[in-house]
Structures are given as structure tokens and as C-alpha cells.
């Protein structure tokens, strides 16, 4: 309760603010139709409405108040609006069916956790290189820091095209997308884990005459495991956002990203609306898992 | 201290040791020379910096003499460590936060390659040595400082060493529990005639403890005075209250005193 | 062998009646009939066919004739081999009380343009017009469109890109009216670019098997085109099946069936050179950065319609 | 084949060069520790060029890299431009304001509980939100120039810097706080004198964070709609136009702006940070 | 251990203080009485755990007393601590690393709104008590542990605080530096004729510096013994050698022992 109570607090005060906000973002819109529908509005003519402020428009015209919150196509839906085709587009539909937000979460979800076990695998294999190779790490890690300034949805379309030359199709393009956001967090939190074990404990091994693979098992990786569950959060988080990226060009227009990319196409801006909270609820529930994960391994491990 | 090969388990000649750092090098041992023989309990004490911790590490082939000679059982250092002529204690626990007590004392038998049954036996054996035997199940932060630092004493002679080397296994501990921890030591020394080299801040510490105290000065770290303890073997508590003990300190802090002059 | 009667088409876009004649001729058995295994691949806003086609993952792809011939003077060899598109469904849609009445009247007003290769039409029409496009009162500023109408519902833009077939309806459906607004056709403004035709790679086409691949490909595909513009309704509802994404309704796809009904109608799938002509004068003129910058050679062939119309 | 195989040789040979390097005497000096990922780098060009002929890879999928220096030199009008509405109107302008609310937030954060309890978790939540569906909203509501992309990057930036901050005015130790408790020290000398400073190094992290998102951010929000020009308008009609070597020139101004910005911020964090473990020697 | 206001600085009655923890309340302190008059040096010695801190901290204000009264200076801990009557040293310097050392000092007059003349003064005059005067524009890093513990003292002694309360100074430093910055500190007292409350583990330390000495004792902390030292204002260091020294300390081992010996 202790913990619930500021959050819903919270989450009440971003909803009032939400409703608050309704009636300012669509009032232009919402005017406008209802002129077209016979009703006395002011100013009387579209192109002075969009010059004048959504505010006086609202006092102005306070009957159309209502409307905004029933728009088709609101420039801000109002929560509730989010809510029903949520609810129309989870519970409502067959898991099978192509409208359903929950077949199309699972596509995505599919590419993510494929791609963040890739991602995942990459990075701890090229973080123990860089861990034992000097070499590598001097030549690599500038690199891999500039590989993330690189826009991933400009290269997102080129990645597929050459994959599917190779005749790469299907889940895996897309999870390598996803693999290439989630990489690098772990690489940077696994290379950390990897060297957490201070001096004294290094020496320690060496006062046994360790060899490197025994101080790996024995004394690295059970280091590294609090910093390897911390970039696991955060790279589950981003497969996510790059599985929904590859979904732009990957055509089908199938997925989250698809819902997204179909829903600006056609102006449906609930659907959009409805897919972010769902991803943004996926997203959660994956950080949670690991959390949960987190919690169990580290508790087995005695630390805590 | 005319080296003798028979007895001396550890010598040290003319060891000379000059760290290169950035920007200028730091001389930590100048022309040490020291034998330790078997049975001997030996402290070093000196103020920070003064190469204790070097010294030690010498001994452990953890670093390597810029200068001199240093045998540690007839051979090298490096030799000896590889043989696991040493066990070796920090200042710190420095237990394995993800192993239990008896995980952590196994590890350097499973690096080792002792078998199963001999592992699970000799961590039995050195729990009770350090008077643990419950506790082995638990994992490091379940016990207080002293507890783990008695590990990690069990942990360094879980395996067939001859020679314990303490780098200021108890500087983190409070008066009371070290007091105790020092008779323990003391105890187990008389039991099992390893060799010690311990270092430590103490002057009381090092009276107490040693049959020989070896006073160190800094810049360049280089050894002061040697000082052969007449007490017994036996050593109660209270012998630190005694005329012979008082002496012994006062003369160790003299000499601490003298080498910090030196600045 | 298999591959041999394998074609993988890539479209332009997402699912939708626009692509109707291949889904119809793939679900009523038409390329079947002619001993084909189609793959259909569908498009959208980040797929540049033509890139796909260079990859080898499709063996013929869908364009609109600018962005093929700029591919072309890049270097990537593709040709027509059919043009199912008779006329072109592109138009500017304004705002009526903008004041806009005659091209001119674009001076000072903002215009939402689709890019991607085809933003050259409008440059040249603008060009012919003696309309600058870098903003300013005697100019139109130019907007690099998104995906949607809402730059014109929300009056971002003055004027944005539809095709008849599918952004105009959706501009009708948010409830405005045909009195509002004033739309310009680019096949009446004379500045129309041939749409939708079919691409294949010059190299494959000197293969006689490739040829004859593709000779029954357009057969078949202009089967299912004309079959589609008889039967509009059950052409949408085969295009509905067919869609991954679930977002498409029936009645916008049925609509867009009898719009697109109408630019395929005029043609039997053989080029008409007069209209390649007038494409390749248009882009010519395209303003100071042409798309073209030469008379291209070889982009089309009409072996292909030639063989299968036989 | 030969060049391919001589992109083989090449490789083989800078990794054991760089090897030798990396372990040698002077592998800790300042030349050595820029020549390594120098030579790193300049070999994968070298190989990348060689397998892009050998291969025959068509231009439009991947140019060379002496193609796409080319056109980076022949375009700089063009590229600039482009930097200017993206970076400095896009991504700075918003980087500076999801910066700023960001940090101002995190005080007031700071100073009520409540709000941190509160608002920390339906932060991370709508930090989730990808770029893709927030970007299409936002350049609705704020319109197709900088601003929606200022806009984006806002929305980027502000949760990464926030939680940062917010970590960076617990990072003080209780002594450090007791201390200023023993002066009878009030909330604002608390602040400005203890927290604030103890939090820099957080705060910079943050800062470093936002860098790469806010470039990224701008860069990606004018695939939704733009002006005709700036860097992700490049890309994206450039693509269609099979122009790839001017895409990829657009990504090493990318690549290269967003590491210059991460520099500057890192630099400045040296500085402001010269007391910090991290940054002494 | 007549209560008397006029005389008595520090004054605690039946002082009670139990933390309420996650799992069980731990009662830190029980009934603990003391007055410290003007001008005392009073040490509390004790295991760790026993309240030391706690004790201290009350005084402070910075902690609450959950039973007893306490006044400091007439008024209660926390009324003192807003009129700033006292200087507190922790046991690590605790300087800010982002300020030089003279800045560092400067710290507590600029939250007391001192002029920046007396500021600059102020600063002078105690980095000279504390022998610092070339190390006004160093940071705390480039300085030694002692060096920065000095500081730290400094800096409590800064701005006109009658009461000077230290949590083990010197706990972290080497044996010979803190002889050395116990000589400084009693030098310091018989100056200013500060009121002084010293927590510390070590006996020696204790009697060396203390006209009175508090044993404290775990599980409740509790006070065991006040040892009022016979010893001289005049101490140099060799007075640790002489016999009375010795006996002082033997009381007070004697009184931690009895204490460790409940659990
Ligand atoms: N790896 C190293 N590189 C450079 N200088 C070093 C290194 N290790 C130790 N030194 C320096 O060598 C000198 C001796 O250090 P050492 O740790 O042996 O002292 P010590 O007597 O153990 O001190 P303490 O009591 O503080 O542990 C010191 O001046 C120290 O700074
Ligand atoms: N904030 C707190 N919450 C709960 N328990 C506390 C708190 N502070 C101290 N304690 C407990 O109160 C008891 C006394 O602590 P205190 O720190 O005063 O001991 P100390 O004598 O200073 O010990 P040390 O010598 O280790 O510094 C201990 O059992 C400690 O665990
Ligand atoms: C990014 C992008 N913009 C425009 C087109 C041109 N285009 C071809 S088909 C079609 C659908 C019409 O409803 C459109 C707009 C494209 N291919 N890609
Ligand atoms: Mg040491
Ligand atoms: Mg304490």
C-alpha cells in the first residue's frame, strides 16, 4: 500500500490532466465537424479557428465539450477512448485473429525475446573477449560506443534488404534488429561485472595459482551476475523498441510496429494509442520478469 | 641472522623493490634482507607505506623484486606459489559474497583438484579449527566481521600449507573481538607449528603475537630494527600488563618512532 | 525445376485494392493455371522496391515509373515489362476556402508532398508553372508528407497528396465534404507519371526462361486484373483475406476497388509508348534537380505483353 | 576471389598487429591507445571496400566506402544544411529543454517523496514507449519543422536524465548530510552546497545518455514528416531514390556529430568533475 | 555525578533511545546519566555497537532520545544544534572533494553567513592550528589521511563553538600519525579550554587523552564506569609507559571486559 498509494496518485493526477487536456487538443477538429453539422460555432470560419488559440475556442464554445471526447479521429484521445479499443482489440478479439493487439504482440514479442537472446549471447561472448583480449578491448569498445550513434531505423530497411539477398527471412531479420539495440547494454554491463572482482580477489586465485578459466567460472562471471540482470533490463527494454522498429520494413505490416505504422497510414490515432500502452505494458512486464529472475538467481547466490 | 639454508623456510637478500608509476617511481623495499625459519611467528609493523604489504607480497611471488635474492622452501617465490607452498589471509575477509562459508573455504580445494570426500573432510576440520562448525551453511554477511575473518583464516589453511602469510587480518576489527581473535591465533599456531609472517599497525598486536618483530621505516621502505621476543610461548591475555611486555613495546615504538623521524 | 515456375513479387505498399489483379489472380488459381508458384510480398513506407529487387529477394517488383527510372540512372538496370495502369490516380487536394482556384494560386501556400522518389511530378508541374518550392510569398512551402491525411484535417497543410483511390476517401470519410475542397488531378494538369507498372531486372530478362517466366506471370496477373475490375466486391474481399495487418476495412477496400477500377480499365497491360513519352518529357523538366538527367535507353520492353497477349 | 581473399589477409594481419601492439611495452601510452582503434577502424573500411568490389555488391546496397567519401566531400552544402536542421534546431534545442525540465523536475522530485515514490515508476514506464508511435503524435501536435522533432527528442531524453539526477541527489553519504544537519544548514544551502555537486557525476551521466538519444531521436522523428530537408528527410527520400551513398554519408555525419557531442559533454564533465575518482589518475 | 546546572556543559538524565528496525527494536541506549562540565575531555570507550555514535549524536541533535532529558548549553540537543554550539568530527574527514581544503573550511561560515573578510580570516587562523597553512589550495585527495583528518578538525573549529564532539577522528589513521594528531588535539584543548566528547575504541587513546573516561557496554548500551583520570593537564607521549598510565588502562580494560562478558 505504502508503495501502491504514490503511484496511483500519480497515475490519477496524469489522467485528470489527461481529461483536462482533451477538449484543447481536438476542439479545431471537433468544430469543425460540428459546423459541418448544422451547429452555430465562433468564429465561424475554419481558417480563423486555426489561427486562434485552442483555449478561447474552448470557452467560446463550451456545448462542444462533450464532442471532443467522441472524436474518430482526435488529435488526443481521451483515455477512456484507449481504453475501449484496448479492450475491444485484447479481450474482445480471438487471439488468432489479424485484429487482435494480442496476435500482434506476440509477433513482435517473438522478434524481441529472439532477438535479445541473440543480443544477449553477443554481448557477454564479445564482453569475456574484451575481459581476456587487450587487444580487443582497445580496438573494439571505441567502436561499439559509436555503432550506437548510428540511427537504427535509417539502416533498419537496408539490414532486411541484405538478409533477404543472403535469403534471410521472416522472424530472424528482425530479431538481428532487435539484437543490435540490445547488445550494447549488456557488452557495457558485462564488460563492468566481468572486472568487478577487485584486486585482493584476483590476487586471491593467483595465492592458489588459479588458472584464467578456473578464475572465469569461479570468481568473474558469479561477479558480474548483479551487473549482467541490471543490462538485462535494460536490453530486454530495447529489443523491444527494436523488434517494433524492424517492423516498419519488414513488410506485412504485422506486429506492433505494423499496428503503429497502419494506424498513422489510415489516421487511426487510438490504434497508435492502444499499441504504445500495449507495448508499454509488454515492455513492464519483461523488465518485471527479469526483475523477478534477478531476484530469485541473486537470492540462490546469497546476494541481496 | 646468518642465513641458514637448513632452517630458514623464507630469506630474503638485499631484496630491492622500486614500483614505476606515472609519474615518479616509488622505492617500497630497499635492500631487505630477512630469514624466517620454520616455526616462526613473525610480525612486521611500521606506519603506512612502509613496504609491509610489499613484503609480504614478495614472499607470495604477487610481486616480483626489482633487486636481491628471496627463497621461499629453497625455491622462488614465483616457484612456491605454484607449488601452494603459502596460504595467504588480506586484511579484509575478501569471502565470496555468492559462496557459503564452506563454499568459500572449498574454493581453493576445488582449484586444487582435492576430491569430494577430502574437500567436505578438511573444510570440517578447519570450520572446527576456527571454531565455525555451525556456520558453514551460512553465506559471509550472515556473520560478523570477526566470524568472517576467522574464515577466511580456515580458508588459508584449509589446504597443506606450511606457511600463513596475514596482511593485517584484523586491522578492521574491533579491540575486543581482535584481543580474542589473537589468542586464537596464538592457540592454533602452538598447535599446528606453521610458519607466520603477520602484518600488522599494532604495537600491542605484534608484542603479543610474535617471536620475532621486525620494525619497518618508509621512504624507501627498508627494515630498522629485528627484535627477538623473550616471552613464552604460552602467552595470557595479561602477559600485556606485564614489565617484560611494556619493554618489548616500548622499544618497538621507539623504533617505529626513530624511522618516522626520518622524514 | 521449382524455381523455375517461382516468382516472388515485392508491391509498393501495404496490402490494400490497389494490388487487387495479383491477390485475385493468386486466389483464383490464375497463375496456377499458367504453372506459377507467386509469393506476394507486401510493402510499405520503408521498403524501396527496387533495393529488393537489386538484393535478389523478389524477382519482379511494382513501381511508379520516376523512382524506376532514377533507379535506373543509378545504375540498377530494371525494366518495364507491363503497365496494368493505365492513368494515373495522383492529386493535389486543398482546402477550398484557402482561396485556391487555379495552380497559381499555390504562391505563399504550404503543400504536403509525398517523396520517395515521387516528388518529381510535382517539382516539374511547379517548374512549368514558374512556382518556386522554397517557401516564401511567391513560392509553396514544401512539406515532406507522412503516411496519413491529417496534415490536411488539421490544416498543417493547405494542399496535400491523395490518390483517388485511397487518401481521398479518407479525407471524405473524416466527414468533410466534396464542396470543400478543390483537388488537382496530375493526369489533367498534364503532368501525369505512369503508376504501378511491372519490373523485372535486364540481366534476368536475357534469360529465355526467366522471359517466358514472366511472359505467363503478366498473362495471369492481367487475368486477375480484369477479373478483379468485373467482380470489384469480391476482389476487396479476396484483398481483405490476404491482409496481415488487420487494419483494413471492407468498406474502404471496396471503394478503392472501383476507384482503382477506373485507372486500370484502359489498359490490356501493354505499355502505351505515348504515355512512357509523356512521362520521361515530364521528368525531364523536373526543376533544377532533375530525377533524370538524360533520355534513359532500354527501360522498357514490350516483348513481355507482346508474347503474352498473343 | 583475390580480393575478397585479400580482404582475409588484411584482416588476419591488422588483428595481429593490434594484438602485439595492445600488449606491448607502451600499450598504456596516449598514441598507442589511439592508434589501436584507429587501425581497428580503418581496416574494417579497407576490408569493407575490398569485399564490396570483390563481391560485386550492387551500389544500391551497400557503396564503397571511397563512394560514400566521395559523396560526403561533393555534398557538404547539402549535409550541412541538413546538420543544422537536425542538430542544432531538432536535437539541441531539444536536448537543452528535456535536459532542463528534466533536471528541474528531478529537484522537486527530490525534495517530495511522495512525487518520488510516485513518479519514478510511471516514469520507467513511459520511457518504454517507442520512439516509433510517440513520433507520428508528436509531429502531429507540433507540426512538421523542429519543433516536433524537439519535441521527440524531449520526450527521449527526459526520463534517462531524470532518473540520473534523481539517483545523483540521494548519491550523498549520511555523514555528508549529518554534516550539514551539525551547521543547522537549511534545505537550499543543503542543495547547492552538498547535493548538487555530489550529484554531478549522475547528472552527467545523464547528459552523456541523452546525447546519442537526442540525435537519434530528431534524426528518426522526420521519417514521419519534415520539411524537405534535414538528416533523417535525407535518408529516408534518399533510400527511395537508391542514393546510398548519400544515406550513408548522412550516417557518418550522424556518427561523427553524435560522437563530437558525446565528447563535448564528456569533456565538460572532466572538467566539472575533476574531484571524482573517476576522473583523477 | 551531582547534576549542576551552572557548571555542566553536557547533561543527560535516564537517557533512553530504541531504534525501530524492520524486524526487532534495538534499544541503543538505556538510562544512560553523564554531565560533562566546561572544559572536560571526556572519552567513551566501548565494543562496537554499544552506543558510542548514538550517544554522541543525541547530543548533536541528530538524534532523538526516546526517554530521559538532555540539555546541552541550557537548551535542548536540538535548540543547541540550530544555535550551532558545537563542532562535530566524524570518524572519515568527510571533506568534500569537489572543495579545496581552505574551501572545504570555508564551508560552515558560509552557511552561518560570516563576511568574507572573516571567512578568509577565520580560515587562516585555523589551518595554522591545525599546522595546514601551505595546504589552504590543495584538494582533499592530494592530501594524507592524517593530513585530512586535521582539516576536518579544522573545519569544526572554525566558527566560536564552545564544544567540540569527535566520533573516533582517528579510527582510519596508522598507529604513529595518531600519536602524532593526539599530542596536536590535546595541545588544541589546553589552548581553547573547548569541552570536548571523544569516542574511540582504543584504551590508550582513551587514557591519553581524557580527564574522564566513559566505559560503555552492550545490548542495552548502557554506561559501566566513569573513570575520573588522575592524570596531569601536561601529557607527553612517554606518559603512556608510566605506571599510572598502566593502571588507568588495566581499569578500563577490566570495565570492557566485565561489559563483553554479558552477551
Ligand atoms: N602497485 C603499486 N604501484 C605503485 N606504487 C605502489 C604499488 N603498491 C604499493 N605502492 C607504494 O609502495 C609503498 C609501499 O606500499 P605498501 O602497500 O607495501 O605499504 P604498507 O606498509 O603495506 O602500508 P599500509 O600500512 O598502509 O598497508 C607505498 O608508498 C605505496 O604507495
Ligand atoms: N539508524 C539506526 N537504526 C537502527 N539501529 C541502529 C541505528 N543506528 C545504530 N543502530 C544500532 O544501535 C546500536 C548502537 O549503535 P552505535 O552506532 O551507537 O554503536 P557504536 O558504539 O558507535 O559502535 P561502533 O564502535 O561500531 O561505531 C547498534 O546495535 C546499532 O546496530
Ligand atoms: C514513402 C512513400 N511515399 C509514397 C509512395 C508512393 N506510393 C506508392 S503506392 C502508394 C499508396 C497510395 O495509397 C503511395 C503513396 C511510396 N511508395 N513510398
Ligand atoms: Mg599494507
Ligand atoms: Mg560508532
Same mark, same amino acid.
Not at chain 1, 242 to 253: H, N, Q, R
Not at chain 2, 260 to 263: G, T
Not at chain 3, 258 to 264: D, F, V
Not at chain 4, 26 to 52: D, K, M
Given at each position: ?304 | ?90 586484511? #579484509? ?6 559462496? *557459503? !562459508? /564452506? ?6 580445494? =576445488?582449484?586444487?583438484?582435492? %576430491? ?70 596464538? #592457540? ?6 606453521? *610458519? !607466520? /609472517? ?6 600491542? =598486536?605484534?608484542?603479543?603475537? %610474535? ?15 629485528v627484535i627477538d621476543s623473550p616471552l613464552p610461548k604460552e602467552r595470557p591475555l595479561d602477559i600485556r600488563d606485564t614489565p617484560e611486555f611494556i619493554e618489548i613495546a616500548h622499544r618497538v615504538r621507539e623504533g617505529l618512532r626513530a624511522g618516522?623521524?626520518?622524514? | ?310 | ?281
Open positions: 500500500m505504502r508503495k501502491i498509494f504514490p503511484v496511483l496518485t500519480v497515475v490519477a493526477a496524469i489522467f485528470a490532466f489527461w481529461y483536462a487536456a482533451v477538449p484543447f487538443m481536438n476542439v479545431k477538429e471537433t468544430l469543425t465537424g460540428l459546423e459541418r453539422a448544422g451547429a452555430v460555432v465562433v468564429p465561424d470560419n475554419p481558417i480563423e479557428r486555426r489561427d486562434a488559440s485552442s483555449f478561447g475556442l474552448v470557452l467560446n464554445n463550451s456545448f462542444a465539450i462533450p464532442a471532443t471526447y467522441a472524436q474518430e479521429r482526435p488529435r488526443l484521445p481521451a483515455p477512456h477512448q484507449v481504453a475501449q479499443d484496448l479492450w475491444k482489440t485484447t479481450v474482445m478479439k480471438k487471439v488468432t485473429s489479424k485484429r487482435s493487439l494480442v496476435y500482434h504482440g506476440w509477433i513482435t514479442l517473438s522478434a524481441t525475446l529472439l532477438g535479445f537472446a541473440i543480443g544477449t549471447g553477443a554481448g557477454i561472448i564479445l564482453a569475456v573477449g574484451i575481459v581476456h583480449s587487450r587487444a580487443m578491448d582497445m580496438s573494439v569498445m571505441p567502436w561499439a560506443i559509436a555503432s550506437q550513434t548510428i540511427p537504427i531505423l535509417a539502416i533498419a530497411p537496408m539490414i532486411i534488404v541484405v538478409l533477404n539477398s543472403i535469403g534471410i527471412q521472416g522472424l530472424v531479420p528482425k530479431a538481428i534488429i532487435s539484437a543490435y539495440l540490445s547488445f550494447f547494454p549488456v557488452v557495457v554491463g558485462m564488460v563492468k561485472g566481468l572486472r568487478a572482482p577487485d584486486a585482493m580477489q584476483m590476487d586471491l586465485l593467483k595465492t592458489y595459482n588459479a588458472s584464467d578459466n578456473q578464475g572465469f567460472w569461479k570468481l568473474r562471471l558469479p561477479a558480474s551476475m548483479p551487473y549482467l540482470f541490471a543490462s538485462l533490463k535494460i536490453g530486454v527494454a530495447a529489443a523491444l523498441v527494436g523488434a517494433i522498429v524492424a517492423e516498419l520494413p519488414a513488410g506485412g505490416a504485422r506486429g506492433l510496429g505494423g499496428r503503429m505504422l497502419t494506424g498513422s497510414y489510415y489516421g487511426q490515432m487510438v490504434q497508435i494509442w492502444s499499441a504504445l500502452v500495449f507495448a508499454a505494458v509488454l515492455a513492464a512486464s519483461l523488465v518485471l520478469l527479469i526483475g523477478l529472475a534477478q531476484r530469485r538467481a541473486l537470492k540462490r547466490m546469497g546476494l541481496t | 641472522m646468518v642465513p641458514n639454508a637448513n632452517s630458514s623456510v623464507i630469506s630474503a637478500k638485499a631484496l630491492d623493490l622500486t614500483f614505476q608509476t606515472a609519474d615518479a617511481p616509488v622505492h617500497a623495499l630497499k635492500d631487505v634482507s630477512l630469514d624466517i625459519a620454520q616455526g616462526d611467528f613473525v610480525s612486521f609493523i611500521g606506519p603506512s607505506g612502509c613496504g609491509k604489504t610489499t613484503f609480504l607480497r614478495c614472499i607470495a611471488g604477487l610481486e616480483t623484486p626489482t633487486g636481491g635474492t628471496l627463497t621461499v622452501n629453497g625455491m622462488t617465490a614465483d616457484e612456491a606459489r605454484r607449488a601452494r607452498a603459502y596460504g595467504y589471509v588480506f586484511q #579484509a575477509a575478501g569471502l565470496y559474497p555468492w559462496r *557459503t !562459508i /564452506a563454499g568459500n573455504i572449498k574454493l581453493p580445494l =576445488e582449484i586444487m583438484g582435492y %576430491s569430494k570426500a577430502d574437500q567436505n573432510d578438511r573444510v570440517a576440520r578447519v570450520l572446527d579449527l576456527v571454531e565455525l562448525s555451525d556456520f558453514g551453511a551460512k553465506f559471509p554477511w550472515q556473520l560478523s566481521g570477526g566470524m568472517q575473518q576467522r574464515a577466511s583464516i580456515a580458508r588459508a589453511l584449509a589446504f597443506d600449507a606450511d606457511i600463513l602469510l596475514m596482511d593485517e587480518p584484523f586491522g578492521a576489527l574491533d579491540e575486543i573481538v581482535r584481543d580474542h581473535l589473537n589468542e586464537q591465533l596464538l #592457540a592454533l599456531w602452538t598447535r599446528t607449528n606453521k *610458519t !607466520i /609472517a603477520f602484518v600488522t599497525h599494532s604495537i600491542p =598486536e605484534a608484542v603479543y603475537l %610474535s617471536t620475532k618483530i621486525v620494525v619497518m621505516s618508509p621512504r624507501p621502505g627498508r627494515i630498522t630494527d618516522h623521524e626520518d622524514d | 525445376d521449382g524455381h523455375a515456375n517461382s516468382v516472388k513479387l515485392q508491391l509498393q505498399w501495404v496490402t490494400q485494392a490497389q494490388f487487387a489483379g495479383y491477390y485475385v489472380a493468386k486466389d483464383k488459381g490464375f497463375y496456377e493455371e499458367e504453372g506459377l508458384d507467386v509469393t506476394v510480398l507486401s510493402g510499405g513506407p520503408d521498403i524501396a522496391p527496387p533495393q529488393v529487387l537489386a538484393g535478389g529477394g523478389a524477382d519482379v517488383m511494382l513501381n511508379w515509373m520516376p523512382s524506376a527510372l532514377a533507379a535506373r540512372e543509378k545504375g540498377l538496370p530494371v525494366v518495364n515489362i507491363a503497365q496494368p495502369f493505365k492513368t494515373s490516380g495522383l492529386m493535389l487536394t486543398c482546402w477550398k476556402d484557402t482561396g485556391i482556384k487555379t495552380p497559381q494560386d499555390f504562391k505563399g501556400k504550404t503543400i504536403g508532398v509525398w517523396f520517395f522518389g515521387n516528388e518529381y511530378p510535382f517539382l516539374s508541374w511547379m517548374s512549368q508553372e514558374g512556382i518556386s518550392t522554397d517557401g516564401g510569398p511567391d513560392g509553396v512551402t514544401v512539406l515532406k508528407q507522412g503516411f496519413n491525411v491529417d496534415p490536411l484535417l488539421q490544416r498543417q497543410a493547405d494542399c496535400i497528396s491523395t490518390m483517388t483511390y485511397n487518401e481521398y476517401g479518407q479525407v471524405l470519410d473524416a466527414g468533410v465534404s466534396e464542396d470543400e475542397l478543390v483537388t488537382f488531378k496530375y493526369e489533367d494538369q498534364g503532368v501525369a507519371t505512369l503508376e504501378d507498372g511491372i519490373y523485372a531486372l535486364e540481366d534476368n530478362l536475357k534469360d529465355p526462361a526467366f522471359k517466358d517466366k514472366m511472359v505467363r506471370f503478366v498473362r495471369a496477373s492481367m487475368k486477375g486484373w480484369k477479373y478483379a475490375e468485373a467482380n470489384p466486391d469480391e476482389a476487396a474481399e479476396i484483398v481483405l483475406e490476404n491482409d496481415e495487418s488487420g487494419a483494413q476495412t471492407e468498406a474502404h477496400q471496396k471503394r478503392m476497388m472501383g476507384e482503382i477500377a477506373k485507372l486500370t480499365a484502359g489498359s490490356n497491360g501493354a505499355l502505351d509508348e505515348a504515355d512512357y513519352q509523356r512521362t520521361v518529357a515530364t521528368l525531364l523538366a523536373g526543376g533544377s534537380d532533375p530525377v533524370i538527367s538524360k533520355e534513359p535507353v532500354g527501360a522498357w520492353t514490350s516483348e513481355i505483353t507482346d508474347a503474352a497477349l498473343k | 576471389m583475390t580480393l575478397v581473399i585479400l580482404a582475409f589477409v588484411i584482416w588476419v594481419a591488422m588483428w595481429a598487429l593490434n594484438t602485439r601492439l595492445a600488449n606491448g611495452p607502451r600499450a598504456n601510452s596516449r598514441p598507442i591507445q589511439l592508434l589501436v582503434p584507429a587501425i581497428f577502424g580503418l581496416t574494417i573500411l579497407v576490408v569493407w571496400e575490398l569485399l564490396v568490389h570483390g563481391l560485386n555488391v550492387p551500389l544500391v546496397i551497400l557503396p564503397a566506402p571511397s563512394h560514400v567519401v566521395a559523396t560526403f566531400f561533393n555534398e557538404i552544402p547539402t549535409l550541412w544544411l541538413d546538420f543544422q536542421q537536425t542538430f542544432i534546431k531538432g536535437a539541441l534545442s531539444g536536448y537543452v529543454i528535456g535536459c532542463g525540465a528534466a533536471f528541474a523536475t528531478a529537484i522537486l522530485v527530490d525534495r517530495y517523496d511522495f512525487l518520488k515514490r510516485g513518479l519514478l515508476p510511471v516514469g520507467n514506464f513511459v520511457a518504454a514507449l517507442p520512439i516509433v508511435g510517440t513520433a507520428p503524435i508528436l509531429v502531429m501536435w507540433f507540426g512538421f519543422d523542429w519543433q516536433s522533432k524537439a519535441a521527440v527528442v524531449v520526450v527521449m531524453v527526459f526520463f534517462p536524465m531524470l532518473v540520473n539526477t534523481v539517483a545523483g541527489l540521494q548519491e550523498t553519504t549520511s555523514m555528508q548530510r549529518d554534516l550539514m544537519r551539525t551547521y543547522g544548514a537549511g534545505y537550499w544551502p543543503s542543495l547547492t552546497k552538498l547535493r548538487l555537486p555530489a550529484a554531478m557525476p549522475f547528472i552527467f551521466n545523464g547528459l552523456k545518455i541523452s546525447t546519442t538519444l537526442a540525435l537519434i531521436g530528431a534524426i528518426v522523428a522526420e521519417f514521419f514528416g519534415s520539411p524537405t530537408m534535414g538528416m533523417g528527410f535525407r535518408i529516408s527520400t534518399s533510400v527511395g531514390q537508391l542514393a546510398l551513398d548519400m544515406v550513408w554519408a548522412e550516417i557518418v555525419v550522424a556518427a561523427l556529430a553524435g560522437s563530437a557531442f558525446y565528447g563535448v559533454v564528456a569533456m565538460t564533465e572532466k572538467t566539472v568533475t575533476f574531484w571524482h575518482p573517476s576522473q583523477r589518475k
